[in-house]
């Protein structure tokens, strides 16, 4: 179909055809010449036409109507270059031009730019289908609009004296900006001549000293003008600006720790506090968005360890926002959207934060969550759900689940309450088989989450048939979204342990070759997170077990494995390894297996790696080996003198499994110590030995083979906010951080090889 000529008349009809209706959306994009043409309009219209300016005017409405709709709408633009387009046109301004034309054209920027960026990824409100085909066109596309040239062209505009205009902007940066790059370009971003004076002023000595009159003073230009709009008395530009400190603020302790300051004003009260007064404004949108940017505060300028107590800027402040999003998620009159962004909010408040999770749990929130999701989910499982359920109940539930699993993730006393206090798991079951892949995803999630409990996890996932509704998930290959996938394995990853009664059933169902077929994924959380399944499934296994996986798994690939570029992947390998290790017979099978010395040479060049998390795995199973294999080690010198390095120069977590496994190979022969002290090691050991008048203040970490503390289970890679496997972390150190148990251990090895058999 072709909309020809362009003119004003016909453009008003085709924007009120288009809004909100999608099949007229596609319809318009399979039209590409006409595309092409509404674009072109907005730098040179049909010179026939007499109304220029309104031309203009109505093909940036046209434009922002259709961004939000169908990949092939949004795709048609990208190949129509609307993005440059845009900044084309508005780069062209003049004093002139009438606020009007403005407006049209920086809200046609604002809503390309959020249809742009909810096509990357990742979406603000729950996972959204992956829209591969336009994919890298809309990451080339997003990074165009975030790099300097055109962040000079439409961010002044903060400071336009239309505030449509000044809306627009504020909300393409709350709403569009997801990735920390944009994040950082955004919040740095200084006006042209502002970043020469910078530049001028800023050499030597002077860098240190503190300029009231800085370019970059109050957190920057662009955090400066976000918090006038907030200030404002404008509601729309007020919730503008707050969504766009919450995005630039996220993650970034110098913007948050300027919006967290006191104020100097006896008489005033600071930002932070206003922001947290908003958030009891009439208006759910302004209380939304003003929870979101106090979340962003709290998150960034809190501990950087978690665990620890908490450092806000008060201790009231995460409970005014959980009081806040209790209302709003609670709230029958609230529109389902809002409940949703609620809930959100609540997850990035909470996720990964131990103290923080409590803190919700604390305040009721976890069953406020829970009241909502029975009331909206069927207590029964189902092959099919309703067809005609509305979008909006679904990502209500995907929010709710989201939540919930954050909340749930660090503490027993919290997933009792889930699955005993609540009631939650016939949801959970029920969400599984949900047709929306952000409810399966997030259901998952809340599977990993109770299965780290060893009591939840022999117990109520086992009996509700959680267990193996979530493996079904995971075995599914067809039309499966990868990352229900992996939220599937993570939950799968915590079902495999030794103490699972689910361990041997999985097996019998096919668990090892589709672990084996996601090594071999493209996607690295994938390859990673079936590593860790099979290290969680030999760790304390039978025999019969180990030779099975190794079957399955292959021990050529397992060498591969050993000496990935990815270090991530390289120790679980190796941890995977260290779990084969833990008896005779799998020390026993691996020699069998492996040629010696291409096993040892592995071992030595690990050992050498800069990773230390790598290292650490590496030092366990030589541990184990030291055991059962000592004939080999001590015949292998390079390997004896790369051991004498990692208790040199490694921090003290290493150095407890590398004392042992020295200790060990002490003890075996004359020729095993004389190997020792070639090597070097008998001085080392001397070094840490005489620590032991240092003042002991710093716990080791590590602990067995098994990699779970007491009666939790950790051993799902990354937390529900995402991030990688799990490393100890903090692994360098001085000898003056080994704890008295090495120290105690060197002295023993030391003297046995010293003094040999008069030792014993």
């Known amino acids: 179909m072709t909309f020809t000529p362009i003119s004003l008349s016909s453009l008003k009809r085709i924007k009120n055809t288009v809004i909100g209706n999608p099949s007229a959306k596609i319809k318009l994009a399979e039209d590409e010449a006409f595309v092409q043409n509404l674009v072109q309009c907005l730098n040179d219209p049909p010179p026939t036409n007499p109304d220029v300016e309104d031309l203009r005017i109505e093909a940036a409405h046209v434009i922002a109507s259709i961004s939000y709709g169908s990949e092939a709408v949004l795709g048609t633009l990208l190949r129509c270059d609307a993005p440059r387009a845009f900044l084309y046109a ?35 409100w729950g996972l959204r289908e992956e829209r591969s085909a336009i994919k890298s066109d809309a990451e080339a596309a997003l990074d165009y609009i975030f790099q300097i040239e055109s962040l000079d062209i439409f961010l002044p505009l903060l400071v336009d004296p239309s505030s449509h205009v000044r809306n627009s902007i504020a909300q393409l940066l709350g709403l569009a900006v997801r990735n920390a790059e944009h994040r950082s370009a955004a919040a740095d971003w200084l006006p042209p001549e502002d970043r020469t004076r910078e530049v001028k002023t800023k050499r030597g000595w002077e860098k240190a000293v503190a300029n009231p009159n800085a370019p970059n003073r109050q957190g920057g230009w662009v955090c400066r003008n976000l918090t006038a709009l907030v200030y404002s008395r ?7 600006g707050l969504w766009g400190l919450a995005t630039i603020a996220k993650d970034n302790v110098v913007v948050a720790g300027v919006l967290a300051k006191v104020s100097s004003d006896r008489d005033g009260p600071s930002f932070f506090h206003f922001i947290l007064t908003l958030a009891k404004s009439k208006s759910t949108d302004i209380q939304l968005a003003a929870c979101s940017c ?33 209302r709003i998620i609670s709230a029958p009159n609230e529109t389902l959207a809002s409940r949703t962004k609620a809930c959100f909010i609540l997850y990035h408040l909470v996720t990964d934060h131990t103290a923080l999770c409590f803190a919700a749990f604390d305040r009721g929130c976890l069953a406020k969550l829970a009241v909502v999701l029975r009331d909206i989910t069927p207590q029964t499982p189902r092959t099919e759900w309703d067809e005609d359920e509305p979008e909006t109940v679904a990502a209500l539930r995907e929010a709710l689940l989201t939540a919930i699993a954050a909340i749930s993730l660090f503490d027993n006393t919290i997933r009792r309450s889930v699955t005993d206090d609540l009631r939650l798991l016939p949801a959970i079951h029920a969400a599984l088989g949900h047709t929306h892949v952000g409810v399966r995803y997030a259901a998952c999630q809340c599977v990993r989450a109770l299965s780290r409990a060893v009591a939840v996890l022999r117990t109520n996932i086992v009996d509700s048939g959680l267990g193996m509704a979530v493996f079904q998930v995971f075995k599914k290959e067809e039309c499966e979204d990868r990352r229900v996938t992996a939220a599937a394995l993570a939950a799968v990853c915590n079902i495999v342990n030794e103490f699972s009664p689910l361990r041997p059933i999985y097996l019998e169902q096919g668990l090892m070759p ?17 590593l860790w399944a099979a290290k969680n499934l030999l760790n304390k296994s039978s025999a019969e077990t180990k030779r099975n996986v190794m079957q399955c798994l292959g021990w050529g690939r397992l060498m591969e494995l050993l000496n990935e570029t990815d270090a991530a992947l390289q120790e679980q390998a190796w941890y995977l390894m260290r779990n084969l290790a833990e008896n005779e017979i799998g020390v026993e099978m691996i020699f069998r297996e492996l040629k010696a010395s291409l096993f040892l040479a592995q071992l030595t060049r690990a050992l050498g790696v800069e990773d230390d998390d790598v290292v650490l795995q590496v030092a366990y199973v030589l541990g184990n080996l ?9 015949a292998a010198p390079s390997l004896l003198a790369a051991l004498r390095s990692v208790l040199a120069e490694r921090g003290p977590a290493i150095r407890r499994p590398a004392v042992s496994a020295v200790l060990e190979l002490a003890r075996t022969s004359t020729t095993g110590r004389r190997a020792l002290l070639d090597a070097g090691v008998g001085a080392t050991l001397r070094q840490i030995a005489s620590a032991h008048h240092h003042h002991f203040s710093h716990a080791l970490a590590g602990g067995g083979s098994g990699g779970f503390p007491g009666r939790d289970v950790s051993t799902s890679p990354g937390g529900i906010g995402g991030g ?29 090889l010293e003094h040999g058999e008069a030792y014993r």
Do not use: C, Y
């Not at 106090?294 to 995460?318: E, L, Q, Y």
């Not at 972390?729 to 704890?739: A, E, I, P, Q, V």
């Open 294 to 326: 106090a979340t962003s505060i709290i998150r960034a300028t809190s501990s950087s360890h978690p665990t620890n107590s908490m450092a806000f800027v008060d201790d009231m402040s995460p409970r005014t926002v959980m009081n806040v999003i209790n």
């Open 514 to 530: 589709r672990l084996v077929k996601l090594l071999d994924a493209e996607d690295s959380t994938l390859r990673l997170s079936a």
């Open 724 to 752: 990688g496997g799990g490393g100890g972390g903090g692994l360098r150190g001085s000898h003056m951080d080994d704890d008295r148990d090495v120290i105690e251990q060197a002295k023993t090895a030391l003297d046995w």
């Open 626 to 634: 030291a055991n059962w294999a000592q004939t080999h080690l001590i």
């Open 90 to 124: 508005i780069s062209k301004l003049t004093a002139a031009d009438s606020a009007a034309l403005r407006s049209a054209f920086t809200r046609g920027l604002r809503a390309l730019t959020i249809a742009i960026a909810d096509t990357v990824g990742p979406s603000q």
């Open 234 to 240: 404008d509601a729309k530009l007020q919730e503008a």
